[in-house]
T-cell receptor
């Protein structure tokens, strides 16, 4: 079945450091890929998405490229800020014949030191 | 834009009590979902619905029930609360013009004592 694997946290970086959070997936079809962010005490918010191979999703300085050849969708940001501290979830959606269900990774907690 | 609205935001239940978490969405989405998130963990799908009158079990349905009488509403019922159901519950929806992008409510924090 479909699955998502993302790097385990917590990840701790200093402000202005470069960020990479790895995400790989297994899917039988051509899924859409997502990154969601969860700030403390809040629900999940869509950060970015890509719907087909080689698409790049971007938002708030974050980027991720849909790599079909490596089945990956790694999240990157060139210079992180303290306000980026949150839990990040990689997800895929494979719209099958009966339902659209989204599969989430286990989440990566990111902490940014001032 | 209300989006997905859940109530209550916080609730404390005694073991064996029952309650319903309410969820409504105003985006005319066909798909709705209930997830739970235990402390420090990821999301687990409890139930989902592909449209009014249709519901199906997710990964962890035991101890819960749902109904979908309208497109907008998808309540989650706990019949006999147990400490293992202490968690944060998220309702979500997807569909319409944005396809499979899922939108979440703000969460309901439930403690069973």
């Amino acid at each position: 079945g479909n699955s998502v694997t993302q790097m385990e946290g917590p990840v701790t970086l200093s402000e202005e450091a470069f960020l990479t959070i790895n995400c790989t997936y297994t899917a039988t079809g051509y899924p859409s890929l997502f990154w969601y962010v969860q700030y403390p005490g809040e629900g999940l918010q869509l950060l970015l998405k890509a719907t087909k191979a080689d698409d790049k999703g971007s938002n708030k300085g974050f980027e991720a490229t849909y790599r079909k050849e490596t089945t990956s969708f790694h999240l990157e940001k060139g210079s992180v800020q303290v306000s980026d501290s949150a839990v990040y979830f990689c997800a895929l959606s494979d719209r099958g014949s009966s339902a659209s269900k989204i599969i989430f990774g286990s989440g990566t907690r990111l902490s940014i030191r001032p | 834009n209300a989006g997905v609205t859940q109530t209550p935001k916080f609730r404390i239940l005694k073991i064996g009590q029952s309650m319903t978490l309410q969820c409504t969405q105003d985006m005319n989405h066909n798909y709705m979902y209930w997830y739970r998130q235990d402390p420090g963990m990821g999301l687990k799908l409890i139930y989902y619905s592909v449209g009014a009158g249709i519901t199906d079990k997710g990964e962890v349905p035991n101890g819960y029930n749902v109904s979908r009488s309208t497109t907008e509403d998808f309540p989650l019922r706990l019949e006999l609360a147990a400490p293992s159901q202490t968690s944060v519950y998220f309702c979500a929806s997807s569909g319409g013009a944005e396809g499979n992008t899922i939108y979440f409510g703000e969460g309901s924090w439930l403690t069973v004592v």
